[in-house]
């Protein structure tokens, strides 16, 4: 039996096959997050994806949600304008290492500082992949790129730190190796207000790793898996005195409850309060128990008022439709 | 509460800010730059007043890039700047054009290139204006003459936006944004705003018969609309490798504005009839342009004068007869933009006084220099 991909449904199949390469990790971000967004049943309508230049920010393009596909660098400004202009919409900004950290560098520190209310989901493969892999100020000292092709002279940007320094109300880092924990991390801050992060260090085999002896997709994907070190273990580590320099600490950097700039400019007026899964159950049995109600109301005033023959439609179990239905026959 | 009516004495800037209230624009987006931040500080105070938002943005780039956004959230948006700020714009103005948003950016105009003069006025930016983003697109351009028109015509530039989707360039200058003078501010203006698409329509990018202007779709409404500056096919889906629907893409673009030139130029005209010398101008010159007629015809010449409101799509049908029919000076505060246009029209040699360093022209010079040819 063929079951049928769960994200599938939120697909433009028509525009299918995608553009990005054979072992690229942005369709683990893809499912992370919509799996996020459908266990936390948001109003899809209400959802927009704001992208920038680059291969992460060609997803939206395959998504069936509304989209603005925008100039390089500049995601988080025009999604600032879209959140400010109608707050109902969840902004979710798709953007990578090149276009956040580097042309959009100024507009990243400035949502973050203000508190911007949106989701920002940066694919981070250390280096500029649709042009053909050049580097980026993800990319590590002494990786090879092609405009470093003896070794990345430069110090990398650390995102999520950046992120926290600046005020975001949630930071965190994850890579394509533990997908359970990018799900996990835009569920959380999809629940939350202001300017939420979430890094994924995102594999590149095609144009970075095989520049690097990391030629195929699990290459990468192991050496994430060896080479990252969860944030609580880092502290004890480093306290250790452990150099961590040649790793990548992931975890959560920030996790704070600021207002965002949405409520502060006095557009919304109550706190984004997580809704717990119960809370969405109870409500929802309660809505079904109302209709229940309704509908047996309605079947004892037909009764009363009815004809014999309405009321043997009742003993045969006939909903309100049907009996409706025979009647006007 | 909605925007200033009445009789009053305003600053051209307060004109603008307050002619965008009417338009119907509850969005602003800025960065302070001289001589146009009063337009930002008015509508900081003013936005929340009337339900709308005002944000300061980190730089220009973000300014024009949340205005686009937001009016793809539904709210009729603006940005105002000057020079070294509209340079940062040009590639949003490109993004704007391919994607059909309806935005209006006033641009108060000081003496560049560069940082250049920031407290005097210019009209060194209109050709960027017009190509000031790579590619081949079509904007509108207006250029207001006095702080009523700085109302009027920011009115003005959002109907157009909304009707052509595209974005608009009020092109003031630093003496009609800076000055004050008395206006009239109507009850109510008209107002016009892009009609939507139908809901479940796929074709978000196809124009109605006829047409050449595609409906307007708003972000959480359920169009799922896709949204991209890539070349792309009526759906939205980005088609980057096919000539055949980037060149009907790009020339729709150009074509729903130039063809409709007709409908969308405004010029004003004194005493063109008879007249055997034209005074060509826009902005700030064109009021000694006009005292300069007055002065030449009391001395037996027979000056008329043309200025141009709409400065793209250029009047070029209008500049050829006047051209036929008379000799034709350009005045401008550059070394020669509009002059190009002027000359491209009128086929002819035109006769040219420009005037930069911050001086607008004097009625003086103007009759001497006409009395020379």
Redesign the interface.
């Known amino acids: 039996m063929s079951e049928e991909h769960p994200s599938l449904s939120f697909l433009r199949a028509e525009r299918m096959p995608h553009i990005l390469c054979e072992g690229c990790g942005n369709g683990i971000v893809v499912n992370a997050m919509l799996e996020a967004m459908v266990e936390l049943e948001l109003d899809m309508e209400k959802v927009v994806f704001v992208s920038g230049i680059g291969c992460s920010s060609r997803i939206p393009g395959y998504l069936k949600f509304d989209s603005l596909h925008t100039t390089h660098g500049r995601p988080i400004a025009f999604a600032t304008g879209i959140k400010l202009a109608n707050p109902e919409l969840e902004v979710i900004v798709i953007t990578g290492d090149g276009d956040m950290a580097s042309i959009g560098g100024n507009h990243f520190l400035h949502a973050a500082r203000r508190n911007m209310d949106m989701l920002v989901i940066c694919s981070n493969n250390y280096n500029y992949g649709m042009t053909g892999g050049q580097v980026s100020p993800t990319t590590p000292v002494g990786w090879k790129t092609t405009t470093s092709p003896y070794g990345n002279p430069e110090p990398p940007m650390d995102i999520a730190r950046v992120a926290s320094a600046a005020g975001a109300n949630y930071v965190a880092r994850w890579s394509t190796a533990s997908p359970l924990q990018i799900k996990q991390a835009v569920k959380k801050a999809l629940q939350k207000e202001g300017f939420r992060l979430v890094e994924v260090l995102t594999q590149c085999p095609t144009v970075f790793g095989r520049r690097n002896r990391l030629r195929t997709a699990v290459e990468m994907l192991r050496w994430y898996r060896e080479n990252t070190v969860a944030l609580h273990h880092a502290e004890e580590l480093e306290r250790q005195g452990v150099d961590l320099s040649a790793k990548v600490v992931v975890g959560e950097f920030a996790d704070r409850n600021n207002p965002g700039l949405v409520r502060r400019l006095g557009l919304v007026k109550e706190e984004r309060k997580p809704e717990k899964r119960e809370e969405r159950a109870e409500k929802r049995a309660e809505e079904d128990e109302r209709l229940r109600e309704a509908r047996r109301r309605i079947l004892e005033a037909i009764e009363r008022l009815s004809t014999p023959r309405v009321r043997r439609m009742i003993e045969l179990g006939m909903d309100v439709e049907k009996i409706e239905e025979e009647l006007l026959k | 509460m909605s925007h200033l009516t009445g009789v009053r004495f305003l600053q051209g800037n307060i004109a603008c800010a307050e002619g965008a209230i009417a338009a119907g624009c ?2 602003f ?1 800025g960065y302070p730059i001289t001589p146009s931040t009063e337009v930002a500080e008015w509508l900081a105070k003013r936005m ?1 007043e009337v339900g709308g ?1 005002f ?1 300061q ?3 220009e ?3 024009v ?11 009729k ?1 603006m940005t105002a700047t000057s020079g070294p700020g509209f340079s940062l714009m040009m ?2 103005v490109g ?1 704007a054009a391919m994607t059909e948003t309806p935005i209006v950016i006033v641009d108060v105009q000081r003496g560049g290139p560069s940082t250049g003069q920031p407290t005097l006025p210019a009209t060194g930016d209109v050709l960027q204006a017009r190509f000031g983003s790579h590619g081949d697109y079509s904007i509108i351009a207006l250029s207001p003459n006095s702080v009523q028109e700085m109302f009027d015509l920011t009115v003005e530039a959002f109907n157009l936006s909304e009707r052509y989707r595209v974005p608009v360039m009020l092109m003031a200058d630093e003496i009609v944004g800076h000055m004050r003078e008395k206006v009239v501010l109507p009850e109510e203006v008209e107002t016009f705003t892009a009609p939507l698409s139908r809901r479940g329509s796929k074709y978000h990018f196809r124009p109605a018969k006829g047409s050449l202007v595609p409906r307007m ?1 708003v ?12 070349t792309h096919d009526e759906r939205g ?2 088609a980057t490798a096919d000539p055949v629907i980037h060149t009907k893409l790009v020339r729709r673009l150009v074509d729903k504005i130039e063809k409709n030139a007709g409908r969308i130029i405004k010029v004003e005209e004194h005493l063109t009839e008879d007249a055997e010398v034209v005074l060509v101008s826009y902005g700030a010159p064109s009021r000694s342009a006009l005292a300069a007629v007055r002065e030449l015809r009391a001395g037996g010449i027979k000056a008329g004068m043309l200025r141009l409101i709409t400065l793209f799509p250029f009047p070029c049908r209008r500049v050829k007869e006047l051209a036929e029919q008379a000799e034709l000076v350009v005045l401008e505060m550059n070394l020669g933009q509009m002059l190009r246009e002027v000359e491209r029209c009128a086929r002819r040699q035109v006769h040219f006084l420009p005037k930069i360093g911050g001086e607008l022209h004097t009625p003086e010079e103007v009759v001497r220099f006409v009395k020379k040819l």
Do not use: C, K, N
Not at chain 2, 65 to 75: D, N, P
Not at chain 2, 219 to 230: E, K, Q
């Open positions: 509850r969005f987006a929340p938002v944000i943005m980190e730089d780039i973000a300014s890039s949340a205005i686009v956004g937001a009016r793809w959230a539904g709210r948006a590639e949003t993004y779709q972000f959480g409404r359920g169009y799922g609309v896709h949204v991209t500056g890539l889906y980005p």
